[in-house]
């Protein structure tokens, strides 16, 4: 059986990682399939998480706030089938977003979610506010050696699933390091910090005898971040959503666009597909490349790309039910949630945005309008006077 190694380098902007300019990632898609438009189902870690590890939607897996709910019982995650068949099953998480309390360690024969409090000793994982709480996180390097410590310790032969999750690209853009690739901001230092550690991930995967051709990789991000014009499409601060902390509240694809990449045996090498794919396909593929039986799940196997290298493009859900959190504080009290669906096919992309609970309903053109500055009004609010 392939060992499994699931790699979520957290708050990546797909722009970013497709640069060319981080070693690690480069060197993954040069033995990989690289999606380049890849979409996620929410812009927060827990909910966004959830859908990959179940390959559903944020309604099948009920995980829809920040603070708010836990994993369904009954919804089977990627861990515990992975552990059925016989694998050994690790994770290492770095961030409040992903502690144990949201039901995400479920499968997990190892499940390492210890973080700092936060610098006034409260706990992290009680703050609402998405950008306060990367303040509490654990560093790359220490992800890394606790990853490496726990597949060190497992019987030759026995095969795992390792979940390794990097959270230094969230705010506050403080990069402990500087390792040499050029850079525009401190958020790209974080990215490139992450970077370095990734490489020395699979640096010590391999001391450890265990060859990344044999081994089926995924990585991905599970949203973006929106740094307040730091980018042509950002649209928080004072580009006219004061409330967007780096993500969280909208929709455009600034956070929704992620990086996806996989690798392994009988998937093709420097491959790059431009047809659209969810986060929610990721569980499907990895059962599909080790010829397990499939879960229930919205998304499905990205196996149809791996053999011509195209496919069809699949429409690509996205919520966010977390305005109601930030509206809860009285600062922005006309906050509502979000869904969107972003449509891709041939030449032509298109996202429709609507308010939930309202007739507000927008039309986006991704071709013509890329930044997502003129949505189209499709239904008129209700006249109020």
């Known amino acids: ?37 890849a979409i996620s189902s929410a812009p927060l870690t827990p909910i966004s998480h959830a859908s990959v590890f179940t390959g559903l939607q944020p309604s099948g897996h009920g995980i829809r706030h920040l603070l708010r709910e836990q994993l369904e019982p009954h919804v089977p995650t990627l861990a515990q089938r992975l552990k059925e068949t016989g694998y050994a099953t690790g994770a290492v998480v770095s961030c409040p977003g992903l502690n144990q309390w949201y039901g995400l360690d479920r499968g997990f024969d190892f499940y390492d979610d210890e973080i700092p409090r936060l610098p006034d000793g409260s706990d992290p994982l009680t703050v609402g506010d998405v950008k306060m709480r990367g303040l509490a996180l654990k560093r790359a390097p220490l992800v890394v ?70 081994t089926v990789v995924v990585l991905f991000s599970d949203h973006g971040e929106d740094l307040a014009g730091w980018y042509p499409n950002d649209h928080s601060g004072k580009l006219g959503h004061p409330y967007e902390e780096g993500h969280g509240c909208l929709l455009f694809d600034t956070t929704q666009h992620v990086p996806l ?46 053999a011509t290298g195209t496919g069809h493009s699949r429409p690509a859900y996205s919520e966010t039910y977390y305005p109601e959190e930030r509206r809860a504080s009285g600062e922005y009290p006309d906050l509502v949630p979000l869904k969107a669906v972003r449509l891709s096919r041939d030449e032509n992309r298109q996202k429709v945005i609507w308010t939930v609970g309202s007739e507000t309903v927008e039309l986006y053109d991704l071709v013509a309008d890329p930044l997502e500055q003129n949505g189209t009004p499709l239904v008129q609010p209700p006249r109020t006077e």
Not at 15 to 27: K, L, N, T, W
Not at 266 to 289: F, H, K, N, W, Y
């Open 261 to 306: 990449i996989v690798s392994g045996p009988e998937v093709p090498r420097g491959v790059e597909v431009t047809s659209q794919v969810r986060l929610v396909d990721i569980a499907p593929t990895v059962l599909d490349l080790l010829k397990l039986p499939e879960m229930k799940a919205d998304g499905a196997s990205l196996s149809e790309f791996f």
């Open 1 to 37: 059986m392939n060992n499994v190694l699931l790699i979520s380098l957290d708050t990546l902007r797909a722009d970013v990682a497709y640069s060319g300019r981080f070693p690690g990632i480069e060197y993954l898609r040069s033995r990989g399939v690289t999606f380049d438009q």
């Open 145 to 214: 050696d606790r990853a490496v410590e726990w597949v060190s310790t497992l019987e030759p032969g026995q095969p795992f699933f390792l979940f390794a999750h990097f959270f230094d690209a969230h705010w506050p853009y403080e990069p402990p390091e500087d390792f040499g690739v050029p850079v525009d901001n401190p958020y790209e230092g974080e990215v490139a910090y992450s970077d370095h550690y990734l490489q020395q991930l699979f640096t010590c995967f391999k001391e450890l005898g265990h060859s990344l051709d044999d």
